[in-house]
């Protein structure tokens, strides 16, 4: 449920740039970069084809369609692999040009790399016939193509706490974004083998 609600979320952010427009959402805070050509091509690279991403990702944790559409899976997942490919260089660029100086370029250019990263090894893992890395990288994966929500939520809940000037709130931010994902999965992922552990020392016993 929760997933649903957060990639509803994202898609009803990505919708508002259709048709192309520059003088709305997070474009007004970039005028300044609008005349870079790389830059804007970037941008609407990356707005109109991270969608696919969201939504093939959110399918592949549907243990219905795992166990009884699994050419649909397969599908699926290979769109999600193309999009985060093809979307490493636009949002590497993006991340160049971000806003909140250097702590926020730095984060940005981490979270994609661990975005291609973690994404390329979930189909290295699924191609050794590895299904548990597989599903632990892709768990990765996504939760990092979530971090653009995941930002977007923490802005208003730090600023509602501490009084922080916008340029300092962005550079916390653009490590909360992605941050606490990472920390919460790998919680999750941890917490799973423990349990499938004392599940088979229990059997074994």
């Not at 609407?44 to 944790?61: D, M, P, R």
């Not at 909140?100 to 979930?122: E, H, N, R, V």
Request: charged share 15%.
């Amino acid at each position: 449920m929760a997933l649903s609600i957060v990639t509803f979320l994202m898609l009803r952010g990505i919708v508002i740039y259709f048709p192309v427009r520059d003088d709305i959402g997070f474009l007004q805070f970039k005028k300044e970069y609008l005349h870079i050509l790389p830059w804007k091509i970037a941008f609407y690279a990356h707005v109109f084809t991270i969608a696919f991403a969201l939504i093939a990702g959110f399918t592949q944790f549907s243990n219905h369609i795992l166990k009884s559409h699994i050419k649909l899976h397969r599908t699926m997942g290979k769109i999600y692999v193309y999009d985060v490919f093809i979307n490493f260089i636009p949002a590497f660029i993006m991340a160049i040009y971000a806003n909140g100086q250097m702590p926020s370029k730095i984060a940005f250019i981490i979270l994609d790399c661990l975005w291609l990263w973690f994404t390329y090894k979930a189909v290295a893992e699924i191609k050794r016939g590895n299904v548990k890395a597989h599903k632990n990288f892709m768990i990765r994966s996504y939760a990092l193509t979530l971090s653009a929500v995941t930002l977007r939520l923490w802005k208003p809940v730090i600023a509602s706490l501490v009084e922080i000037d916008p340029l300092h709130l962005y550079m916390i931010i653009s490590w909360m974004g992605f941050v606490p994902n990472l920390l919460f999965v790998e919680w999750l992922i941890r917490r799973k083998k423990k349990r499938l552990s004392t599940n088979f020392d229990v059997v074994s016993y």
